[in-house]
């Protein structure tokens, strides 16, 4: 069974510029969440999706968004780049909406220059 | 503010000894509680999984938690050098019908040969 695929792997923008992330959850898995992972703030839980709706949001300004599609895909977008933004946003997903563990995928890096 | 305590470490130990790493939550409706391990450059990968007071064994991996305390922790027994990772604990309590995880920021475990 296919693991969580993020892509893509590393990016890097400048301020001001969006970007765009993707992620597919393994086959079956409708709950996907996303997570950004900086050294001195750790893993911050961003939002969930399950079936294409938003479940749960963490406290992230509103230049954070996502959405997910029929096919239990996600992605998320980051609007107005700032330099904080530099992190490994890990996408994350389960069977269901919670209670159960979640699987990773490889995360993607994000450099703000 | 949800909060899930680890001490950051690293906590060094011999290869063959006992690991032992613990993680408090200040949350006491909390429900579910995950270990995940981390390898540097790495995303996090799924160890352990604990639900109801007591321990749980898998392979050399021992999960404990104790409600009543509001804490959990990990035990690795026969500690190899490719255990040296870190070590993410993290906490799910139901709210409204969602579950919102919380992570630890971790602990830096060192086995040496």
């Known amino acids: 069974k296919a693991g969580v695929t993020q892509t893509p792997r590393y990016l890097i923008k400048t301020r001001g510029q969006q970007v765009t992330l993707s992620c597919s959850p393994i086959?079956?898995?409708?709950?996907v969440s996303w997570y950004q992972q900086t050294p001195g703030q750790g893993l911050q839980f961003l939002f969930e999706y399950f079936s294409e709706t938003q479940r749960n949001k963490g406290n992230f300004p509103g230049r954070f968004s996502g959405r997910q599609f029929s096919n239990s895909r996600s992605e998320m977008n980051v609007s107005t780049l700032e330099l904080g933004d530099s992190a490994l946003y890990l996408c994350?997903?389960?069977?269901?909406?919670?209670?159960?563990?979640?699987?990773f995928g490889d995360g993607t890096r994000l450099s703000i220059l | 503010q949800k909060e899930v305590e680890q001490n950051s470490g690293p906590l060094s130990v011999p290869e063959g000894a006992i690991a032992s790493l613990n993680c408090t939550y200040s949350d006491r409706v909390s429900q579910s509680f995950f270990w995940y391990r981390q390898y540097s450059g790495k995303s996090p990968e799924l160890i352990m999984s604990i639900y109801s007071n007591g321990d749980k064994e898998d392979g050399r991996f021992t999960a404990q938690l104790n409600k009543a305390s509001q804490y959990v922790s990990l035990l690795i027994r026969d500690s190899q050098p490719s255990d040296s990772a870190t070590y993410l604990c993290a906490v799910e309590a139901e709210r409204g019908g969602s579950y919102i995880p919380t992570f630890g920021r971790g602990t830096s475990l060192i086995v040496h040969p």
């Open positions: 086959s079956g898995h409708r709950s």
């Open positions: 994350a997903s389960r069977a269901g909406p919670g209670n159960q563990p979640q699987h």
